[in-house]
């Protein structure tokens, strides 16, 4: 079954500070969601990427796929204190199933 | 637009009693609905998934059943709980994938605790 590998398990920036997260599949990405949770809170869609070098951006968000290197990342520009929370990517489990597996989430607290 | 709703958002339950959560979606038809369970160092765990009336797949053998009584409306319930349910249980709906990618989208979560 696929696995998805998140990478820091959790990060501590300085507000103004620029942050990058990867995901990493252990098989074949399909199609990649990037999700926001803040604790005790239900998960917020963020983007998602379906095709190899594909890059989106959210307001200071941004994140690409890399489908050959079956890897993903989020990056943060200019970090402020509302970015903080755990982010969880979450990939097409078998290629055209109606389920996500998902990372264990990175949890991301950014200092005023 | 299509929102999701999920209650209760806490809940104690003695071991042994029975469970009943509830989750309806609205703004859409013959949605994808999904039940997870989030547990400390384990994160997210399918647990249930329907693409349909009555049509209930099961992803971990467990103490917990699904069903799906209406179009929109996704119910979690247990006969006897166990220590062991405890945790964040999160419901999520997407369109049908057919041919593209469709993102899931989340409720608020409930916390369940089991004394």
């Known amino acids: 079954s696929q696995e998805l590998e998140q990478s820091p398990q959790s990060l501590i920036v300085q507000e103004g500070k620029n942050l990058t997260i990867n995901c990493t599949s252990s098989k074949t990405l399909y199609g990649l969601y990037w999700y926001k949770q803040k604790y005790g809170e239900g998960l917020i869609f963020l983007m998602m990427l379906q095709k190899g070098g594909e890059e989106k951006s959210h307001e200071k968000i941004t994140a690409k796929l890399d489908e050959k290197k079956q890897q993903s990342s989020l990056h943060i520009t200019a970090s402020q204190p509302s970015h903080a929370g755990i982010y969880l990517c979450?990939?097409?489990?078998?290629?055209?199933?109606?389920?996500?597996?998902f990372g264990k989430g990175t949890k991301l607290t950014v200092n005023p | 637009s299509q929102t999701i709703h999920q209650w209760p958002a806490t809940l104690v339950q003695p071991v042994g009693s029975p469970l009943s959560l509830e989750c309806t979606v609205e703004g859409t038809s013959n949605p994808n609905l999904y039940w997870y369970r989030q547990a400390a160092g384990r994160g997210l765990q399918l647990l249930f998934y329907s693409v349909g009336i009555g049509q209930i797949s099961s992803e971990v053998p467990q103490n917990l059943s699904a069903s799906r009584p209406q179009d929109r409306q996704f119910i979690l319930s247990s006969k006897k709980l166990l220590l062991s349910d405890s945790g964040f249980y999160l419901c999520a709906w997407s369109v049908p994938r057919f041919n593209s990618n469709q993102p899931q989208h989340f409720g608020d979560g409930t916390r369940l605790s089991i004394l």
């Open positions: 979450g990939a097409d489990s078998q290629g055209g199933s109606e389920k996500l597996v």
